[in-house]
């Protein structure tokens, strides 16, 4: 396996349940994120992880809860989620923690969730 | 309000012209600047990227040209190809910060 890696790659799920997404990095990068990307808006950030450690929430409910392990693995877990919620969710990992400057992102598919 | 701009939702090109993105950005204190290309059903892929203190970058037959006066950026690709078909976003970041800033994406069609 190279490069991020996202599974489920499509979930649907009722407002009652929980799920979780995985992500997982073969990258070596010590930086992990998760960005959502809604019908017709640019995607978003939401959650960003340095060595392991959360270091940005972008004001979101906390409905999602995120989890990061390790430096290769971050997981999404969602609970109670509204159908507004249904989107991509996209994983995300860069290189240099706590710099943006001259270390892209690298993304992982995605998981399409649908919320119903 | 949007920070990073793409006023173009799409644009179409004959096989072996150039294609023209532009990309207008808000914040001025953005000083990192990318292209990400995305095919469906994929995650976005990174193109190029380029700093505030270049004016371009170029890499095969893609080069970014960066004016930080006027706020805007742009991304050329020369010759365009049918494999180029996809939904290209162009992406800003400030310096000592994590949160790279999207655009909504130009969708570009190569017509063969």
């Known amino acids: 396996e190279t490069g991020v890696t996202q599974t489920p790659r499509h979930l649907v799920m009722g407002m009652t349940n929980k799920k979780s997404l995985k992500c997982e990095q073969h990258?070596?990068?010590?930086?992990m994120y998760w960005y959502k990307q809604s019908a017709k808006k640019p995607l978003e950030l939401m959650f960003v992880?340095?060595?392991?450690?959360?270091?940005e929430n972008n004001s979101v409910p906390s409905r999602f809860s995120p989890e990061c392990p390790n430096s290769s693995h971050l997981f999404l877990h969602l609970h109670t989620l509204q159908p507004e919620d249904s989107a991509l969710y996209l994983c995300?990992?860069?290189?240099?923690?706590?710099?943006?400057?001259?270390?892209?992102?690298?993304f992982g598919n995605g998981t399409r969730l649908t919320v119903t | 309000d949007q920070q990073v701009k793409q006023n173009s939702p799409s644009l179409s090109v004959q096989e072996g012209r150039i294609s023209i993105l532009n990309c207008d950005y808000t914040?001025?204190?953005?000083?990192?600047f990318l292209w990400y290309k995305k095919y469906p059903a994929e995650g976005p892929t990174f193109l190029i990227s380029?700093?505030?203190?270049?004016d371009k970058n170029e890499d095969g037959r893609f080069t970014v040209f960066l004016n930080k006066s006027a706020k805007h950026l742009s991304l050329h690709i020369v010759p365009s190809q049918p494999g180029d078909s996809a939904v290209y976003f162009c992406?800003?970041?400030?310096?000592?910060?994590?949160?790279?800033?999207f655009g909504p994406g130009t969708r570009l069609s190569v017509l063969p």
């Open positions: 995300a990992s860069s290189q240099d923690p706590g710099s943006s400057y001259n270390s892209p992102l690298h």
């Open positions: 990258l070596g990068h010590n930086a």
């Open positions: 992880y340095n060595f392991k450690e959360q270091t």
């Open positions: 914040n001025s204190m953005f000083d990192y």
């Open positions: 380029i700093s505030s203190i270049k």
């Open positions: 992406a800003a970041s400030a310096p000592y910060g994590q949160n790279f800033v």
